[in-house]
């Protein structure tokens, strides 16, 4: 009922850019914060950065400095600003929100597909 979709990935030099998006779709009442994993292979998934419903951020210390969470354009979007990128930013990059459903009193979490970032030469 809840549909994360990512885009944004490829592949970039060390050095460069990527921006990534999630979208999420669905009977949503209201989203208490998103985020942006990453989880590369033999790895355990990590926490990248995350966006609260009052606009508070966070980012992971690997990442501090080079990349940017925001709230995209359109409702119910956020973007991730990926600068600077480097070797070890190689991973597949999941979209994940905390959210409640129409007609529920819960808040439960959603998981994108995910999406590939390669950082390589």
Same mark, same amino acid.
């Given at each position: 009922?809840?549909?994360?979709?990512?885009?944004?990935?490829?592949?970039?030099? %060390?050095?460069?850019?990527?921006?990534?998006?999630? &979208?999420?779709?669905? $009977?949503?009442?209201?989203?208490?914060?998103?985020?942006? *994993?990453?989880? &590369? %292979?033999? @790895?355990?998934?990590?926490?990248?950065? $995350?966006?609260?419903?009052?606009? #508070?951020? =966070? *980012?992971?210390?690997?990442? @501090?400095?080079?990349?940017?969470?925001?709230?995209?354009?359109? @409702?119910?979007?956020? =973007?991730?600003?990926? =600068?600077?990128? #480097? %070797?070890?930013?190689?991973?597949?990059?999941?979209? *994940?929100?905390?959210?409640?459903?129409?007609?529920? =009193?819960?808040?439960? %979490? *959603?998981?994108?597909?995910?999406?590939?970032?390669?950082?390589?030469?």
């Amino acid at each position: 009922q809840v549909q994360l979709v990512e885009s944004g990935g490829g592949l970039v030099q %060390p050095g460069g850019s990527l921006r990534l998006s999630c &979208a999420a779709s669905g $009977t949503i009442l209201h989203i208490y914060a998103m985020s942006w *994993y990453r989880q &590369a %292979p033999g @790895k355990q998934r990590e926490l990248v950065a $995350t966006i609260t419903d009052d606009d #508070k951020t =966070n *980012y992971a210390d690997s990442v @501090k400095g080079r990349y940017t969470i925001s709230r995209g354009s359109a @409702k119910n979007t956020i =973007n991730l600003q990926m =600068n600077s990128l #480097k %070797p070890e930013d190689t991973a597949v990059y999941y979209c *994940y929100a905390d959210l409640s459903l129409i007609f529920t =009193n819960r808040r439960d %979490p *959603y998981w994108g597909q995910g999406t590939q970032v390669t950082v390589s030469s």
